[in-house]
């Protein structure tokens, strides 16, 4: 097996032009593809850190039918001993913070809105992928205060600190206002989230609803946890503490994040062809104009006892060590580019449909970009090359020693 090595080392090295060939074609494909699974990797990590530490935390916890019932009757099903509740996620050490959240229609300033009541202390731990932050931070204690974001600020012709109108049906029936302070703008990345909702301590919302009901509590953990398992875990173990709870995982309320990862995952596959093909067909053609070109070194070794299996290896093992030199580089050239873009800013990408605001996108370690460049590095080119391979090897010895290939 050494002595193949050697071999397949000394036959790269006496064809460098060839081989330097299939390793750039390689190494272009490899950086192309790091390259863009890169680029899409951190859009999808920006966009679910941006829904998660703005909007839904990892988990959402409903008492039992209330996701189908709060659009009709948003004032039912709210969370029994709530504080109790909150209490026991937040003994867990795998939890960083559980927030409580009450939820209702109103209006602002004739706008229609989504009206939060939020323990602002909690909140402020979950609350931390913003685009715009401006004012002074929201506390329990602002109970004639309100945050919105600055879409919602520009709908409705308000600056920070000016005084705004908030309306809403409380839970007896009647009508209810509130003149409540602008004071803080924060933006998210969801323009849906932006352009409807008011956040308003908890006070105020009972003020205005006329009601303590809490009917969510999101609940925040590390980041590399595995949702699906723990959640099942977390199900179990509230039950047996007398807490019988829908629980929800972000995606599964982030409609808007599987679509654009459905949508980009497409365009990942049609880079992934297009780069597989053009390693396929280089890697081909230039094997089979070098293995043309060793016709008679192929004839000789035949005619001196050695078996075609013997050959056939050998030129595998060459185009095996040409895809790992190519990947090598080709990961090289990839981390150098990476460190470039990121070192200079990143790639200014405009407002895109569903967001509020441009983002500035980064380079980013793709687990998957990282396994299909293993995969084209070391096995495309293991595919082109059979066929050239077999044909020329498949002569016989006389023809191979006159180069009579057909």
């Known amino acids: 097996m050494s002595k193949e090595l050697v071999v397949a080392l000394r036959s790269l090295i006496a064809h460098r032009r060839k081989t330097w060939a299939i390793v750039a074609s390689v190494a272009m494909g490899i950086c192309a593809l790091v390259l863009v699974g890169g680029y899409y990797e951190y859009n999808f990590w920006g966009l679910k850190q941006a829904l998660i530490r703005s909007q839904y935390a990892h988990l959402q916890l409903y008492q039992k039918g209330y996701l189908g019932e709060r659009d009709v009757s948003p004032f039912t099903l709210p969370i029994s001993d709530s504080s109790g509740l909150i209490e026991l996620l937040e003994k867990k050490s795998s939890v960083i913070t559980a927030a409580p959240r009450s939820r209702a229609m109103g209006m602002i300033n004739g706008h229609p809105v989504e009206i939060w009541g939020v323990d602002p202390d909690r909140e402020a731990r979950i609350f931390t992928f913003t685009t715009a932050k401006r004012g002074v931070t929201l506390l329990s204690s602002d109970r004639t ?51 409807m909702v008011v956040i308003v301590p908890k006070d105020t919302f009972i003020d205005l609803f006329g009601t303590d009901m809490v009917h969510e509590v999101v609940v925040l953990l590390p980041d590399d946890t595995p949702l699906p398992a723990y959640r099942r875990t977390l199900q179990a173990e509230l039950r047996k503490a007398g807490y019988d709870l829908d629980i929800t995982i972000w995606y599964e309320q982030a409609m808007y994040f599987r679509q654009v990862v459905a949508y980009y995952q497409g365009f990942y596959r049609i880079v992934l062809a ?79 449909p569903g967001m509020s605001t441009s983002i500035t996108v980064y380079i980013r370690y793709s687990p998957q970009a990282t396994v299909l460049s293993l995969i084209s590095a070391l096995f495309v080119p293991l595919a082109a090359v059979c066929i050239p391979a077999r044909r020329i090897l498949s002569q016989s010895v006389v023809s191979l020693l006159n180069k009579e290939i057909q």
Do not use: H
Not at 162 to 175: C, E, F, K, P
Not at 319 to 332: K, Q
């Open 145 to 195: 205060s309100c945050q919105i974001s600055p879409r919602l600020a520009s709908n409705i012709g308000v600056a920070l600190n000016q005084s705004v109108t908030l309306m809403a049906i409380r839970q007896d029936g009647m009508v209810n206002a509130l003149e409540l302070k602008v004071q803080s703008l924060i933006g998210s990345y969801a323009e849906d989230f932006d352009q």
């Open 274 to 352: 297009v780069t597989a093909s053009i390693v396929f067909f280089a890697a081909g053609t230039t094997m089979s104009l070098s293995l043309l070109e060793r016709t008679r070194e192929f004839g000789t070794c035949l005619s001196m006892g050695t078996r075609r299996k013997t050959l056939v290896f050998r030129v595998f093992l060459e185009i095996f060590f040409a895809g790992s030199i190519g990947l090598v580089a080709g990961a090289a050239l990839s981390f150098l580019i990476a460190v470039i873009i990121n070192v200079n800013g990143g790639i200014y990408m405009p407002t895109a």
